[in-house]
């Protein structure tokens, strides 16, 4: 188990349980009564402690070693999966992975970013950074599912679109920017949830859709904290004040109008009961596939459309001059 | 610096600059000093040959060099606000007001219509002096009202980006006007009306990950800065110098992002020649006369150019 630094009061319990545990195997005397009472407090300091995270907090959770990655989430919610791969242009990105999937027999088609689960694959996966070639396979994908009417599910985790000089030479902007412009008018529902971190426009060439959600410990914002920091604090040490000032939480985000709603993680996060994540992920988007799958394709495009034109916050001014024609400078 | 002065980047003010004899312009690439009169008379572009170094201008300069005259000011009403009480080093509200003392704007892009060669065209056009030329809400907004407005009068689009990317400041918002604008420019492509995308020095991150790519003709100034991540960036990332010539117009042109690159003088004229080629068919026949119609040039070009023209025909 692996705990964060925020976690140290569970950690020192959960030393005194293993002790406890110990113990009690090799002693006479019957010690369940303290065990329970131990466990207890665990999960009542637990629940504490996750019922009031920062910012920073949760972007240390969104990032924890053991949360589960799109694979998985994939491959519990659905019996049958195919992984497709490659974006028929360059070659296969390990970074973002997607196929048709059964969802209890409706078939869906899968995106998602993908973080390796060791130090290996982590190398693999690229830490979850995409290059072009990934955002144009899930756009192929995309194309797929539309020509076969099947509704879109992307899951986004990534640090952000990879920075490479490679990236940079095959059009990482271009293919961000293709997909923001074809997920806008794509023909059939499609549903995006942050299920780890959700750090700019990487995030978001997958992000365009009928309904964003956002996991309870999870963040969305156009910038990491650690690169926010360094570029308005001018060092590294401000993560958690940029962190904060970003207000980057699923809870800021549903205030804000930007996501549709908060999809709750079992008490502990994601990681501490992945098979129940899982569930509660399927669950979700069953419901909101059924509920999309009614409206009418030019409605639900149109209503798209309409829900990102929204996102934006600004002042009106009175400008007497407004509208009047100007004479050229020269 | 000795005799000459160094003019600042970029001017936005509205009203006329006059600059007085005797003040130099030193070019940051080639070092080669002329009057900053010249200067600006070349349309802020170095005259050494093989240099042409495009020095950043404001949208003011833009609408210049590219409407045929009179211009009209669209969404000018528009002004962000710190409504995330969002707090470095500074606040964001204390940015907001120095940049606009600073600049005499409203935001880093303002939007124009007039006509060019005689035809009708919108213009929003950034300025990087506001902020870098982020982007956040209001940005975002007046694009997307001016796309409301092409489609609404029919009347093609050309955006011209110099920024820097989005506006931190306003964190997930401006995030999503890459996705706001991008969305948006889905209903200029069903219209069948064009949308001209020019990038000039700089264009890099969300702004160039989403409207900035996204024209049926993409072109750029010479030698501008155009990447999604920043030089800097992908140098701590690769523990690499970059070539020379990264990220450069020429290197997009090369690597097949850009479909044409064009010197500033020669601006206007390509701009006029997109929009007669791109007329709907039935306008043809009434629309050839403008085609013979000589437009005076309001900036002398310089002579060699004429006798090339001259050549030519
Ligand atoms: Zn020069």
New binding site residues.
């Given amino acids: 188990m692996v705990f964060l630094d925020f976690e140290r009061p569970i950690e020192e319990l959960f030393q005194q349980l293993q002790d406890l545990i110990a113990l009690n195997e090799k002693s006479d005397v019957d010690m369940s009564e303290q065990i329970t009472a131990l466990e207890n407090q665990i999960k009542a300091t637990r629940k504490e402690l996750y019922s009031n995270l920062s910012g920073w907090q949760k972007v240390q959770l969104s990032r924890h070693p053991e949360r589960p990655y799109t694979l998985y989430y994939i491959e519990t919610m659905c019996k049958k999966f195919v992984e497709l791969h490659g974006d028929r242009c360059y070659g296969d990105d390990k970074a973002i992975v997607g196929g048709f999937g059964s969802l209890d027999g409706q078939t869906v088609m899968f995106i998602g970013h993908q973080k390796g689960v060791n130090t290996k694959m982590r190398q693999y996966r690229n830490f979850g950074m995409a290059n072009p070639e990934g955002y144009r396979k899930a756009l192929r994908l995309m194309k797929l599912a539309e020509r076969f009417n099947k509704p879109v599910v992307c899951l986004i985790d990534t640090p952000g679109a990879f920075p490479g000089l490679e990236a940079e030479e095959r059009g990482q902007a271009e293919a961000i920017a293709r997909n923001l412009f074809e997920m806008a008018q794509l023909n059939v529902p499609i549903i995006c949830v942050v299920i780890g971190e959700g750090a700019s426009g990487g995030a978001l060439g997958i992000g365009v859709g009928d309904r964003i959600f956002m996991m309870e410990n999870t963040w969305y914002s156009v910038i990491s904290p650690e690169s926010c920091s360094s570029i308005l604090w001018r060092s590294w040490d401000y993560k958690e004040q940029a962190a904060e000032a970003l207000k980057l939480t699923p809870q800021h985000m549903l205030d804000f109008k930007l996501i549709d709603g908060i999809i709750k993680e079992p008490v502990g996060g994601a990681h501490s009961n992945a098979e129940e994540m899982a569930k509660i992920l399927k669950r979700h988007i069953k419901k909101e596939l059924t509920e999309l799958s009614i409206i009418d394709c030019e409605q639900r495009i149109e209503q798209r459309i309409e829900k990102f034109g929204r996102m934006g916050e600004y002042e009106t001014i009175a400008i007497a001059e407004q509208k009047t024609e100007k004479e050229p400078l020269s | 610096m000795g005799w000459f002065k160094r003019l600042k980047e970029g001017i936005n003010t509205r009203r006329k600059k006059v600059i007085p004899d005797g003040v130099w312009y030193m070019?940051p690439?080639?070092?080669?000093a002329i009057t900053s009169k010249e200067h600006a008379q070349n349309y802020y572009v170095?005259l050494?040959e093989d240099?042409?170094?495009h020095t950043r201008i404001g949208s003011a300069e833009y609408f210049d060099i590219i409407f045929d005259g009179r211009r009209t000011y669209l969404f000018d009403n528009l002004v962000s606000k710190d409504f995330l009480n969002f707090k470095d080093l500074k606040t964001y509200e204390d940015r907001l007001v120095a940049a606009k003392e600073k600049t005499n704007l409203n935001d880093a892009i303002t939007v124009a219509r007039g006509k060019v060669n005689r035809l009708d065209l919108v213009v929003a056009a950034m300025d990087f002096k506001f902020i870098g030329g982020s982007m956040g809400s209001v940005v975002g907004e007046k694009i997307a009202l001016s796309i409301d407005y092409c489609l609404e009068h029919k009347v093609p689009f050309l955006l011209i980006s110099k920024s820097g990317g989005a506006r931190m400041m306003e964190s997930a918002f401006s995030l999503m006007q890459m996705a706001k604008t991008a969305s948006r420019l889905t209903r200029l492509a069903k219209a069948k009306i064009p949308y001209f995308s020019m990038m000039t020095d700089p264009t890099t991150g969300g702004v160039t990950a989403s409207y900035a790519m996204l024209g049926d003709i993409n072109f750029a100034e010479p030698k501008a800065l155009i990447g999604f991540a920043g030089p800097r960036v992908i140098k701590e990332t690769i523990k690499k110098d970059l070539p020379a010539g990264f990220q450069t117009s020429e290197f997009l042109l090369d690597h097949g992002f850009l479909d044409f690159i064009v010197h500033r003088k020669d601006l206007k004229q390509k701009i006029g020649d997109l929009l007669h080629l791109f007329r709907p068919a039935k306008e043809k026949e009434s629309g050839e006369e403008t085609e013979k119609v000589e437009v005076p040039v309001k900036v002398e070009a310089n002579k060699e150019e004429k006798v090339i023209k001259k050549e030519k025909t």
């Fill in positions: 070019c690439d080639c070092r080669t170095c050494t240099c042409l170094y």
